[in-house]
Every structure is written in structure tokens, then in C-alpha cells.
């Protein structure tokens, strides 16, 4: 399988350096090598054809504007059949739960898909009629659990199809316009054809997908739009047909469109911050509880009140001390602003028999549900009627909770539901108020559904054998084809900032270049790359845009430290040195500049001036343990070993000296012909070093290229000195 695989790589490696006879070398000698793809040998003849006229039309010089549309159809062709073959080799013996459904459907050739959803029609015309039976609650059961089977089989159905063409798509396309069929399975047939395209690409689910996002219903048509924004990014470097681009270019044409793709970006853009949201919470808040467990328990004999808990001092006062508070109110900042922060706690809820079958992860949440509508319990039934009209709740994630309703004593039940009303209360009255809107309830649906996306490559047992749109960095302002709908600055300073705000850099980066690219030079803009690259470890690009930035705004000091800053790290020591003298015209007094200039002066050699910044340090720093240890080394380097003995006792008479201070006082020694005092400071060093002697010489070995004086010493002696103090610290 692994051979299979790797073949097919050569032929995605060949096409991108234009290699197209390679390629189809590789398609042959795959065709002569496995028998069962024996079958293909046609259609690879008709590509090896088409490539051959093509090429000799081209080489005899003459003008042809399609050469480019021929070449990239060429080559998509090549990609297309690779794809079929290695489907077809993986169909034989690959254990991934794709491949093994689609081998149990092919053991059911009679349950074609048009046949499949024609049975289900009439099992829900059945379902609506069940009202009008001997035993309603009865044939409503049955009906409802035949119809939940069928939606199983057909989404798998269409998941597994390779290639929606012909009747299958006939068939499922009648399928969206029939309005006897629930909304609710739309929009699952939708999810179906995103997952067929997440593990093959199919120009027909494509176009489904885009014709799925014209429907009225605003679910069927934003899980359109997710799916296709997230198969457009996947499939990015394929070659968009003619076709494609037509109905793209018709969508474009819609007067939401643009909203809606910047809307749903946003979502898919948010959910990078659910991981770093969800580790937050189970490595800081969940801790940070168990501790004030003990307190916690003090109230088992009390009834739970939570609002005499939430007027409680006490309480409020012990959260405040453990931190407790801080967090909460972060993670309530964050869900405010869009994060996603139900993932940590209803995560661990997703072990249920239900989220074993791969459609139930995409099945939107209805109440009546055959596996959540209890029928026996009144005051679950009314949890799940509540819960269903929560938007902060994802579909699965509700189905997590209507699943554990059984295991939750009737007490805690009764105030879920208590504060469940209330929020739904709260809802309708915005709802009525017409602030949400329409634009406002695509957009719940829009987060609900990246969401369930999320929960799915994250939590599905498994996962694993899945390609995780969220583990590569989905970057659809990226997305060529959608360069239009991201050419307004705000959208992308949106994007941009969000990203920079959490630590994502390089995607901050990629979106901060696009915003400079596209408007008039900006030395906030120029700060932020360069701080991004700053982050990224990337000194000499960083060193650019802070050079920019400065250009525009030479007032910022900002800048200015972070110039420094690049300046020391790629060594251009004067420069730095520039940089904290121009700082040092507004801050004088400033301890940390007077450091650093000296520091940048002794870099320079220029020992005499580098004192006088030190000696300042010193005194504005009170004895600071950095201006003393300056002090001690460039009294080193400077030859003016009566003032370094000073630096060099008061260091190793502190709390803590560094193995650095060690070796300095080595040096120190053997410079004032005092080798045996040299042996005991490296010992000391390399004890403080934890005994690691390849450490203790690199350090030794550069100081010698810098502490000239030290080439003066007799080499016998210092391999003497070095030998012994080795010899001594393993002792």
C-alpha cells in the first residue's frame, strides 16, 4: 500500500516541474504493474494522445492562446486518474473506516443511492401519517427508527461514492428539491458530499456544494458554503475548470456572497484558537478548582443556591486569591469575542454509542431525535425542547448533553433547566427585537457548524484516518480564486489582528504583507511584521520592516529597542550601539540603556567609554548584579585587573554566581600568574555546569578568541590548568 502511495507522489512531484511525459510514465507502469487497473489503460491512452498533439501543435512555434487552459487540463487529467487508481488500489485491502464502508455498500449493489432515497421518501411519508395509526406512539417509533437507519446508509452512501455523477447525482440533487423530505437531512447529505470530497477530489461534489449554498434554507446553504470554502483551500493548486469557474463567477453574483464567505472565514479563522482556549482550561482552571476542592466540599450539606453562591464574599474572595476569577473572566472575555470555549468541557462527552456512526458528528440537532427523545422522563423531554433553541451550544455538543440527561440527578436537572430557560427567554427577546437578524442567524448557524467540523477531526475515535483541515493552517484569504472577497483592508486588519493577538505569527504575517501590499505604507503595519518574523526567529527579516517602520516613524521607541534588539543578535554592534543612544536622548537615566551601551561599547573594544556607561549603570542600578558582572568582564577584557578582582569577589560572594563568573575568576588567575587559584574557579565552574566538561571547554575556547590577553599565557600551562581542573571536578 505504502509503494501505492509513494507512486502516486512521484506524479503530484513530476507535474510541478512541468514534467507531464514523467508522469504519465509513472500512470503506465502502474497500469502494467497491477492487473486491476487494467481498466484505465483507455482513458490513459487518451491522455498520453491529447498531451502528444498538444506538445507538437506548440512546438512548431504558432500562436495558441489555449495552450494554457489545454496544458493545465492536460495535467489535471493526469492528477484525476492518478486519484482513481490509487482509490481503486486501496478499495482491495485498506483498513480505514472510509474503504471499509465502501466495501460493505459494494456488498449491496440493489441499495443503489436513488433507491436508497426513494425508500426513505416514503418511510417519512409513513412518519408524518403515523398520527392517524391504531398505536400512533407505536408506528411513530418504527417509522422514526427505519428513517434514522436510512439516513445512516445514505450518508454513507454518498460519502463513499467516488465520482457524484450520473444517476447518484441525479438522485440526490432530486433528493434537495424535494420539500417532503426534512430540512434537517439536506443539510446531512450536504455534510455527506464535503466528506467525499475531504478524501477525493471531485469537480461534481464541488459544483454541488456550490449550488447546495443558492438554497433558501440558510442551513443547507452556510454548510454548503463551509464545506466548499474548506475544499477550495485543500484543492487549491488544481486546476479550476471552466465549469467551476462559471458557476463561481454566478455565485459572486449573489448579493451575500461576499458577506457570507468573509462571515464564514472568520468562523474557520476563531477555531485556531480552540486548542490553546481548551488547554487553558484543563491545564489552569481545572487545576486551580481541584485545589479549592476541600472548600468546595464544605457546602455538600448545604443546598446549592447558585445565586446566594454568586453573592457569596467568601466565595468571591477565595476564587480572587487562587486566581480562579482571573481565568474565568479570560475564558468569558474569550467566548465573548467568538472563542470556543464548550470544546474543553464537552469534549470529554463524546463516548457515546451514538458518535460511534460518522453521520451522527454532522446530524443536526432535533428534538425528536429516536435516540434522545426519552418519551418516559417529562422534565428531560423538556431539557432537550430548551436546549434545542441555544445557539452557544454546537449541534453535537447538544446532543452530548440530551445523552447524559439520564445520568444527572433530578436536582441538577431542574436547575439546567431553571437557567436554560432563562437564556432562551433572553434570546427570543432579541430575537423579537430583530437585532439578531438574518445576517446574524447564518452566522450562529456558520460557528455552529465549524464547530461540529472542529469536534469531528479532533474527538472521532477515529481520527486519525482522516486529513484534519485544522492541523494545516486553513488560509482561505489565501485562496486565489477568492482574491476579490478579501481586498477590503478592514476584513483582513480583522483576520490579521486576530491572529497576532494569539501568537499566530506567520499566519499574522502572510495577512499583515497582504495589507501592505494593498495600502499606503503604515509603520504600525511594518512593527507587526517585523515582530512576527521577530517571533518566528527570523532576526535579518525582522531587521527589515523595523528599518521601514522607523523610516516612517522615527518617534517610536518602540521601534527603536526592537532595532537594537536585531542589531545585537546579527552582531552590528555600532548600530545597536546607535539605537541606545538615540533611546538614551529621552530616558538618561534609564539603567537598563546605560547597560546596554556599555555592553555595545565593550563589544566594540572600545573599553574606556564602555566604563563610563557601566559605572553609570552601577550607580543608577544601586550595585545591580548585572552592571557588576559588566563591569567585572569588560575590566577583564580592558587589561585593569585591580578593579576586575573587585567585580570579580563581589559576584562570587552572592547568592547565586553563574558558571560564567567562575570561569571569569579562572581567567582572572591565571592572568595575575596565579594558576593554581585558576584550577579551583574552573572546578567550581564545571560543578556549576552539573559536570559537563564539553560545555566548560566551548565556553573556554571562545573566551580565548575574545580575552586576548589569554593567547599570552604559556599553552603548557593552560593545558596543565585545563587538565587538572577536569580531573579535579569529577572528583
Known amino acids: 500500500m505504502t509503494d501505492n502511495i509513494n507512486l502516486f507522489d512521484n506524479i503530484d512531484r513530476y507535474l510541478a516541474q512541468g514534467r507531464v511525459s514523467a508522469a504519465l510514465g509513472e500512470l503506465n507502469n502502474a497500469v502494467a504493474a497491477y492487473p486491476e487497473l487494467g481498466r484505465y489503460s483507455g482513458e490513459l491512452e487518451g491522455l498520453r494522445q491529447g498531451y502528444g498533439y498538444m506538445s507538437a501543435y506548440a512546438l512548431q512555434g504558432l500562436p495558441d492562446p489555449g495552450l494554457a487552459e489545454a496544458h493545465a487540463g492536460v495535467t489535471e487529467g493526469i492528477r ?59 408506528a411513530s417509533r418504527e417509522f422514526a427508527a427505519k428513517a434514522e437507519q436510512l439516513e ?32 434537517y437531512f439536506k443539510s446531512l447529505m450536504v455534510s455527506a458530499v464535503f466528506m467525499g470530497l475531504m478524501e477525493q477530489y471531485d469537480e461534481r461534489r464541488m459544483l454541488f456544494l456550490m ?25 487549491r493548486t488544481r486546476h479550476m475548470s471552466q465549469r467551476l469557474r462559471n458557476r463561481l463567477a454566478a455565485l459572486k453574483d449573489m448579493p451575500g456572497w461576499t458577506l457570507d464567505v468573509r462571515m464564514a472565514t472568520m468562523q474557520f479563522v476563531r477555531s485556531r484558537d480552540t486548542e490553546r ?117 454546537c449541534d453535537n455538543d447538544k446532543y452530548s448533553i440530551a445523552l447524559s440527561l439520564g445520568q444527572i440527578p433530578p436536582a441538577q436537572r431542574d436547575m439546567m433547566l431553571s437557567q436554560l430557560r432563562m437564556q432562551s427567554e433572553q434570546l427570543d427577546t432579541v430575537r423579537m427585537a430583530g437585532m439578531g437578524g438574518k ?67 506567520a499566519d499574522a504575517l502572510e495577512v499583515f504583507g497582504r495589507l501592505d501590499s494593498m495600502s499606503a505604507p503604515s509603520a504600525a503595519i511594518c512593527q507587526k511584521m517585523g515582530y512576527c518574523e521577530q517571533q518566528l526567529g527570523r532576526p535579518s527579516a525582522a531587521l527589515r520592516h523595523y528599518e521601514k517602520a522607523d523610516m516612517l516613524d522615527s518617534s517610536s521607541n518602540w521601534t527603536v529597542r526592537r532595532l537594537a534588539w536585531c542589531y545585537r543578535t546579527l552582531g552590528q554592534w555600532d548600530k545597536a550601539l546607535e539605537c541606545y543612544r538615540r533611546l ?75 558558571p560564567g563568573d567562575y570561569i571569569n575568576a579562572g581567567h582572572l588567575s591565571l592572568l595575575t600568574g596565579h594558576p593554581g587559584e585558576a584550577v579551583d ?35 603548557r600551562l593552560m593545558a596543565i590548568v585545563m587538565d587538572k581542573s577536569i580531573a579535579a571536578s569529577s572528583n
Not at 459 to 468: A, I, P, T, V
Not at 681 to 710: E, P, S, W
Open 80 to 138: 484525476s486518474l492518478a486519484d482513481s487508481m490509487c482509490r481503486t488500489l486501496r478499495m482491495k485491502d485498506a483498513p480505514t473506516l472510509y474503504f471499509n464502508t465502501l466495501r460493505y455498500e459494494q456488498t449491496a449493489p440493489a441499495d443503489m443511492l436513488v433507491t436508497l432515497l426513494d425508500d426513505y421518501a416514503k418511510t417519512n411519508q409513513k412518519l408524518s401519517l403515523a398520527a392517524l395509526t391504531e398505536n400512533p406512539a407505536k
Open 152 to 183: 445512516r446508509r445514505i450518508f454513507n452512501r454518498v460519502w463513499t461514492i467516488g465520482s457524484l455523477a450520473g444517476p447518484d447525482e441525479v438522485s440526490l440533487r432530486g433528493a434537495m428539491d424535494d420539500m417532503s423530505l426534512p430540512s
Open 211 to 235: 449550488d447546495a449554498y443558492a438554497s433558501a434554507d440558510d442551513e443547507v446553504s452556510v454548510r454548503a458554503l463551509c464545506g466548499m470554502l474548506v475544499g477550495m483551500w485543500l484543492y
Open 277 to 393: 482556549i481548551t488547554r487553558k482550561f484543563n491545564e489552569e482552571v481545572i487545576p486551580e478548582m481541584m485545589k479549592l476542592r476541600p472548600e468546595i466540599e464544605k457546602l455538600k450539606d448545604h443546598p446549592l443556591d447558585p445565586e446566594a453562591m454568586e453573592e457569596n464574599p467568601e466565595w468571591a474572595e477565595m476564587l480572587e486569591k487562587s486566581g480562579v476569577a482571573d481565568r474565568l473572566k479570560e475564558l468569558q472575555e474569550l467566548q465573548e469575542d467568538g472563542g470556543d470555549v464548550m470544546m474543553a468541557t464537552f469534549g470529554r462527552l463524546k463516548t457515546f454509542a451514538f458518535f460511534n456512526d460518522i453521520s451522527n458528528w454532522f446530524m443536526p440537532f432535533r428534538t425528536n431525535h429516536p435516540q434522545i427523545a426519552s418519551g418516559d422522563v417529562p422534565e428531560i423531554d423538556a431539557l432537550v425542547e430548551v436546549m434545542g433553541s441555544i445557539p452557544m451550544f
Open 439 to 505: 445576517r446574524g442567524g447564518r452566522e450562529e448557524l456558520a460557528t455552529n457548524y465549524v464547530r461540529n467540523l472542529y469536534r469531528f477531526f479532533k474527538l472521532f475515535r477515529r481520527k486519525g484516518e482522516f486529513s484534519d483541515p485544522f492541523a494545516i493552517g486553513l488560509n482561505i484569504p489565501a485562496i486565489p480564486a477568492l482574491a476579490d472577497e478579501f481586498d477590503d483592508a478592514d476584513t483582513l486588519m480583522v483576520i490579521a489582528e486576530f491572529y497576532f493577538k494569539r501568537g499566530y505569527y
Open 584 to 658: 538614551a536622548e529621552g530616558r538618561p537615566d534609564d539603567v537598563n540603556l546605560a547597560l546596554n551601551t556599555g555592553l555595545s561599547l565593550v563589544k566594540l573594544r572600545r573599553y574606556d567609554e564602555a566604563l563610563q556607561y557601566l559605572f553609570k549603570a552601577e550607580f543608577l542600578g544601586s550595585g545591580t548584579e548585572k552592571a557588576t558582572r559588566a563591569l567585572a568582564w569588560c575590566t577583564l577584557l580592558g587589561g585593569d585587573y585591580d578593579r576586575c578582582v573587585k567585580y570579580t569577589a563581589t559576584l562570587l560572594a552572592g547568592a547565586s554566581p553563574r
Open 681 to 715: 574557579h574552573y572546578v567550581d565552574a564545571i560543578k556549576a555546569m552539573d559536570g559537563d566538561v564539553d560545555r566548560f571547554m566551548r565556553t573556554l575556547n571562545d573566551d580565548r578568541l575574545t580575552v586576548t590577553a589569554l593567547a599570552d599565557v604559556d599553552s
